[in-house]
């Protein structure tokens, strides 16, 4: 699957450098301890999953949608949309690194660049993964029936590692068994997934066939 992604995927090339030339700048410059690498990718990680969803739901199924997001609804295996146009990302990683840098410093954009780019690659895998493979770990089973449910209610399912935001916005199917004592395990990329009991198992799972 690696292999796969990375030959349909050649920009992942990228996005692997900017992260590794960030941990190299940022342990280079500045004093990285364990902890506080720790809690960057920690904190990363839930920043994540708010972008994931808002970038899904208020880009591309709004200005983005006719113009490439929906040849992707239209065909579920088809690969030249599966992936988000690339110019719209870096453009947007370029101004998000430039807002973190005028607000928060050089310290705090460098360390996020180590693990945001990861956490897109991340996304693009899993997303990929759920379209072109039937997976075999429960936790894959659980992405790719939860994303399933997007292409079948695309009002619904805008997170793809997690469905916390989903939740807390109203956008979560009725059916799939989340509550208060989930949103710790949501808040960061595919924990949630990997604790959750298989999803296209439950009785009253919503049946795709």
Avoid at 33 to 44: A, E, H, I, T, W
Avoid at 86 to 100: D, K, N, P, R
Avoid at 143 to 151: S, V
Wanted: aromatic share 20%; hydrophobic share 40%.
């Amino acid at each position: 699957m690696t292999r796969e992604f990375l030959y349909r995927f050649p920009s992942a090339y990228l996005w692997i450098g900017i992260s590794g030339a960030s941990l190299i700048w940022g342990s280079y410059n500045k004093e990285m301890s364990v902890v506080s690498f720790f809690y960057y990718g920690l904190g990363n990680g839930a920043t994540w999953s708010m972008l994931e969803y808002g970038f899904h739901r208020y880009s591309l199924h709004t200005i983005l949608y006719e113009l490439h997001h929906k040849l992707h609804h239209s065909h579920w295996t088809r690969m030249t949309s599966m992936f988000t146009p690339q110019s719209l990302v870096i453009s947007v990683a370029a101004f998000y690194y430039y807002l973190l840098l005028r607000t928060l410093g050089s310290r705090f954009a460098t360390y996020s660049f180590i693990f945001l780019p990861l956490y897109y690659l991340l996304f693009e895998y899993v997303h990929l993964m759920s379209h072109s493979h039937k997976p075999k770990h429960p936790c894959l089973e659980n992405i790719q029936y939860y994303h399933r449910l997007h292409h079948i209610y695309p009002s619904l399912h805008y997170g793809i590692t997690t469905p916390l935001y989903d939740w807390v916005f109203g956008t979560l199917h009725p059916d799939i068994p989340f509550d208060r004592r989930d949103v710790v395990w949501a808040l960061f990329p595919m924990l949630w997934f990997i604790r959750a009991l298989p999803l296209n198992k439950r009785k009253n799972r919503v049946h795709l066939d």
